[in-house]
């Protein structure tokens, strides 16, 4: 079973604050994807990240995935109350044929205080 | 920009009943899931589906779910004797390989 752990579970800062969350797994996945999640809607993909050591930018939000592509990390600069939400990260596992299966975290909600 | 659309947004209905959960995946794209998310819990990987048939299904995915792609555009989420565990929110998602885009779900309650 491929586990995805999400840390801190829940956050609450104060605007302008920067924060970093974390997703970390003992298992490999070939991809990892960042979503947020609105109460009652469906998670929006944020980003994709696939190489080892790879940082994609956001505007004010930077993802990475570990070299060994078993964790990743969001970092949001100079927080806005619009950055609340719930944040999941997702693993993706292609057993090399027509299956692109998701593990998801339980996310990191996040509350940004005006 | 396109995107994957469910309905019924909500529904309702009673233990024993079947339910029908519809999903319009993004046009050209090739794989097709369902997940659920249990209120309070983590998003739920039911069963991925290619080339219409099923490419994976979780241990959720017993007897009383099917998935059919009807014709080129839905694919069907069906429960034939709801419990009340299966209250949720489904989310159909389609991805062309890769990174998958998910629909705004319905909100399943089996009362």
């Known amino acids: 079973t491929q586990l995805l752990e999400q840390s801190p579970q829940f956050l609450s800062i104060q605007e302008g604050e920067n924060l970093t969350v974390y997703c970390n797994s003992s298992?490999?996945?070939?991809?990892l994807q960042w979503y947020r999640q609105e109460p009652g809607e469906g998670p929006v993909l944020l980003v994709t990240?696939?190489?080892?050591?790879e940082v994609k930018k956001l505007k004010r939000l930077t993802f990475q995935f570990g070299d060994a592509r078993k964790d990743s990390s969001l970092h949001i600069t100079a927080a806005q109350p619009g950055d609340t939400g719930l944040y999941l990260c997702a693993g993706e596992r292609n057993s090399g044929g027509s299956n692109y299966k998701l593990t998801f975290g339980k996310g990191t909600l996040l509350t940004v205080n005006p | 920009e396109p995107e994957v659309t469910q309905t019924p947004s909500h529904q309702v209905t009673q233990m024993g009943q079947e339910v029908i959960l519809r999903c319009v995946p993004i046009s050209n794209h090739l794989y097709f899931y369902w997940y659920r998310q249990i209120l309070g819990q983590k998003v739920e990987f039911l069963v991925s589906f290619y080339n219409n048939e099923i490419s994976e299904k979780s241990e959720i995915f017993d007897d009383q779910f099917s998935v059919e792609r009807p014709d080129g555009s839905n694919f069907t989420l069906k429960i034939r004797s709801t419990k009340l565990e299966d209250s949720a929110m489904y989310f159909c998602?389609?991805?062309?390989?890769?990174?998958?885009?998910f629909g705004p779900g319905t909100r399943l309650t089996v009362l």
């Open positions: 990240v696939v190489t080892g050591g």
């Open positions: 298992s490999v996945f070939s991809s």
């Open positions: 998602a389609s991805s062309l390989y890769g990174t998958g885009y």
